[in-house]
Every structure is written in structure tokens, then in C-alpha cells.
């Protein structure tokens, strides 16, 4: 016999599913309209005969317009992206001593993280590539359309700042919120699983089958009947915890029958107990079963917070359905 790390059972009908992780299809339809741009604007240019273009090839020079507005598009939001990391560095010079160690490296890192990256690299080496092999394909008419419209990376610098800081558009939507807290691990969903693992389900469920085996009682029922060693974890999605399993309407059934030897362990100098209960379950045709189950008391700080704090109960809900996610 084997016991689990843990297991969950829903023991009310309305829980609702667990919601899975978040994938990558943002990212992939992303890179496949990337990629249809960049093939498109590839045959554009391939159509543009430069060789025969002259000034009063209207239509022709034209397409070469277009295709050359490409580079300076990127190059304006590059240039965007630096202005916006000036007013968060002009913000967070006023706390490089509590929050950047007082050091001008790193403040200068932790605003302009995002041009220390690969991608940023291999990204704005490409973009070169692409402006000098547009250039030495066609110098005069390159130079020309540059002195013309080289103003025009300036244009989606103001249309960024007005938008973000008038509009507002720099504030999250409540999925994108979700999914960075979900991929960073520092909702509190998270942190309540690894509290709860780390301080209890690790500490007792190590040598389950060890602690049942110390009491001849439980020992035989495990033996005779071969039953598992399982403790199920019971978690409510209103996350309001009960003092006492079985008190309610709702726990009809169920009654205390015993608790199992006690786990002791040291932590922070204090021998601490840790105790797990077994109880009957009837079903209400003369059928009874020994169960080793416990609400998880930790799920109760959701219920607390909501009192005193913006936590309706629809963020709780999802709160709680990443907690038992997280716990899987």
C-alpha cells in the first residue's frame, strides 16, 4: 500500500472545475500574425522593380514607401518603450535606497530590464540588418524617404503617452493580471498551498502508513480490510471552515471516531504536534466506512480576508480553485 501526496474530493456538488493552467495559444497566434506580416511585407518589396524606379513611377515608389515605413514603425516603438522606462526611472530614483540598495546599476536595470534581453538583442540586430540591406539596394531613394519622414518615429511617442497616461491603456485587464500572478506564483492561492504543504501535508504525509501502524486498532483495519492510506483533504469553495467536522446539516453521517498517534516535530525550537482524526461515515443504508480526513483550516484565511478586504466572492472562489489546483 502506498500513501498520496494528497487528495482532493469535492464534497460539495457545486465547487465547479478546477481551472487548468494557461497555455501559450496568446503567444502562438501572436507569432503566426508576426509571421504572416513579415511574409507579406517581404512580397511587396520582391514586387517593387527598384532598378527601373524613377520619379514619375508613382505606384512604385509608393510600395517602397510602405515597405520603408515598416523599419520606422519598429524604431518608433522602440523609442517609445525607452521614454516610458525614463518616467518609471524618474519615479524610482526617489527610492533607490530602499528598494535598489542604493545603487544606480541596479535601478537603471530594474527600469530598463527590457533592453537587457536576448530577444531585445537579436530583434534590434535583425532590424539593422534589414535598413542597411534596404539601403544599399537603393541609396538615393533610401536617404530620401529617411529625410523626409525620420520625424515620424516621434509621432508614436506622444500617441503612446496619451493613451497610456490619459486613456489609461497601461492598466491591466483582469486576465492578464490573473495570468502574470499565476505565472509568477505570488497570488494568494499559492501561497496558502505552500504553506499548507510545507507545514503540515509534508510533515504528515511522509510515513502515513508508519503513524496508522502505531495504533493496533487502525493497524488491523488497515491489515484485514487492506484499505489505503489516504488522507482526503476537504476544501469548501466558500472556504468558511467549520470548528467541528460533523456539526452541521451538511456533515450528516459523519462523527469522530478517533485520532491517530500524534506526529512530533521540532520547528523553530518548539516540539510541536501534529494530529490527524478518523472518522465514520454512514451513508444511510446501514454501510459505514473509517475515513482519515481533516478541513483544510489554512483555505479559512480566504473567508477572513473578504471581511476586510476587496476580496468578493468570486475573486475567493478562484482563489480557492487555485489553491486545489496547486496542491494537485
Known sequence: MSSRNVVTKRFESGFGEVPK?????????????????????????????LETLDKDDLYLRCMYKSVFALPMVFFGAITTKFVLCIFVLVEEYKHIRSRHNNLILLLFKNCFQVFLTKTFFMGSVALIAIVLWMRSDNKDLFDTHWSTNRLNVITPVGVSIITNYMFNFKTLSVVEISEIHESSNINVAQGLAWSYFTGF????????????????????ELENKRLKCVLYCIVPLNCKVPSLLGES????????????PPVLKDRAGVKRKYT?????IDDGK?????????????????????????????KREEQCRLFVRKLN
Open 286 to 314: 446501514g454501510r459505514s466506512r473509517f475515513v482519515i480526513c481533516e478541513y483544510v483550516a489554512i483555505i479559512d484565511t480566504l473567508f477572513q480576508m473578504s471581511k476586510f478586504t476587496n476580496l468578493d466572492k468570486k
Open 276 to 280: 490527524i482524526s478518523v472518522y465514520k
Open 249 to 260: 446539516e451538511r456533515h450528516e453521517g459523519i462523527t469522530f471516531e478517533s485520532n491517530l
Open 21 to 49: 493552467k494557461r497555455g501559450k495559444n496568446k503567444q502562438i497566434v501572436a507569432n503566426f500574425v508576426g509571421l504572416v506580416f513579415m511574409v507579406y511585407s517581404f512580397l511587396v518589396w520582391m514586387a517593387v522593380p
Open 201 to 220: 501535508l509534508e510533515i504528515i504525509l511522509k510515513d502515513l502508513k508508519g503513524t496508522i501502524e502505531k495504533d493496533e486498532r487502525w493497524k488491523q
